[in-house]
């Protein structure tokens, strides 16, 4: 890889200007399963009742079904019936649904969670990517290893809570003025394994060894969030600050995203809207890794980069690439570097480890 193309690379993730969305390609490094390892280990110990509701799924595309198209499903089917004065005459009934989400919900617990514990990857790319003002992390993962080696680092962050033990969700925590640097604001857009939703329909975030701590319902969102905003208002603030950072009038405006294959139409519809909104400058860099379907995945990724003027940027595996930020000479030797491995990545921009 030439100099200049490296300090390119450096400038899109270390740029004050950045902000990251983060997937569940960053905690496979880590020992956390991706979504379809995680789907197969959840079904194993479920009923098999809901064994049977997901083998009726179908695919979308060229994607299989997961467990998240699963809790997608029986939410839209909850939704329903809460519509209807007798529920009788239906297939699936409401106190069998809530008990398999909350079923489903255990077993993603169980196999995401860990003792609080840290990662020395995650470690190296947070201390490369700190910087003199505010660091915005945005992360679809459920775990939490990056709370959790925030604080083995003693960098201090917010994440939409107040309190400790048993914090409570409070998005003014996101407005305070830094308290130190470096300084980072962690959004959890699809919930967390640690968060819970009393029967209050307050959320906190509570302390989660094991499935068997849920007392009350874990707050997991899918990813077709539209039919959970009436029942969390947490995610309807979550994804206002999403869509409100990517809008920023900053000279250098960039949105980096590791570890996502863009298979969330939801996160994907609010990337291309802010990329298209007025007096916008945001300019998407993705590190992607490679589909088993690589014509498909090109032609969906063309498509975004046509909607995005441009400014839409992805280097998938050492396969293909999209956008013009860089050279055809430079791209070629960037995608050799297979920098979709986060551990790559990390090993890229704080120097491999010995």
């Known amino acids: 890889m030439t100099v200049d193309t490296k300090e390119r690379v450096l400038?899109?993730?270390t740029s004050q200007d950045s902000?990251?969305?983060i997937g569940a390609g960053c905690s496979r490094c880590a020992g956390k399963p991706l979504i379809g390892a995680l789907t197969d280990s959840v079904l194993k110990d479920v009923d098999v009742s809901i064994k049977n509701e997901f083998d009726g799924l179908m695919s979308t595309g060229s994607r299989?079904?997961?467990?998240?198209?699963?809790?997608n499903y029986l939410v839209r089917y909850q939704c329903i019936l809460q519509t209807v004065r007798d529920t009788t005459g239906h297939r699936l009934q409401p106190d069998w649904i809530e008990t398999s989400l909350q079923s489903i919900k255990k077993g993603i617990v169980d196999k995401i969670i860990d003792k609080w514990t840290e990662s020395t990857i995650h470690a190296r790319f947070l201390q490369r990517i700190c910087t003199k003002s505010v660091r915005d992390i945005f992360t679809l993962n459920y775990d939490t290893l990056i709370e959790a080696t925030l604080d083995n680092l003693r960098f201090h962050y917010v994440d939409g809570f107040r309190g400790s033990r048993n914090g409570w969700f409070d998005p003014s925590v996101f407005d305070e003025e830094p308290v130190s640097n470096p300084y980072f604001r962690v959004y959890k857009l699809h919930g967390s394994i640690n968060w819970i939703r009393e029967s209050t329909n307050h959320v906190r975030r509570a302390v989660v060894s094991s499935g068997a701590d849920i007392k009350d319902?874990?707050?997991?969102?899918?990813?077709?969030?539209?039919?959970?905003?009436?029942?969390?208002?947490?995610?309807?603030v979550l994804i206002g600050r999403f869509r409100e950072r990517l809008r920023v009038n900053r000279p250098n405006n960039c949105l980096v995203t590791l570890g996502y294959s863009y298979n969330d139409e939801h996160i994907n519809e609010a990337?291309?809207?802010?990329?298209g909104s007025k007096n916008s400058n945001l300019t998407v860099i993705a590190?992607?890794?490679?589909?088993?379907?690589?014509?498909?995945?090109k032609n969906r990724f063309?498509?975004?980069?046509?909607r995005c003027e441009q400014r839409f940027n992805a280097y998938v595996g050492s396969v293909f690439h999209v956008g013009d930020a860089l050279d055809d000479a430079s791209t070629?030797?960037?995608?050799?570097?297979?920098l979709w491995m986060f551990e790559k990545l990390v090993d890229y921009i704080a120097g491999a480890t010995v």
């Open 217 to 236: 319902p874990v707050v997991v969102y899918p990813s077709e969030q539209k039919y959970l905003q009436t029942q969390f208002g947490v995610y309807e």
């Open 287 to 297: 590190f992607v890794g490679p589909d088993s379907d690589i014509d498909e995945q």
């Open 271 to 275: 990337i291309i809207d802010a990329v």
């Open 332 to 338: 070629k030797t960037l995608l050799c570097e297979e």
């Open 11 to 13: 400038e899109w993730m």
């Open 19 to 21: 902000c990251f969305l």
């Open 64 to 71: 299989p079904p997961t467990i998240e198209d699963l809790i």
């Open 302 to 306: 063309k498509a975004i980069e046509a």
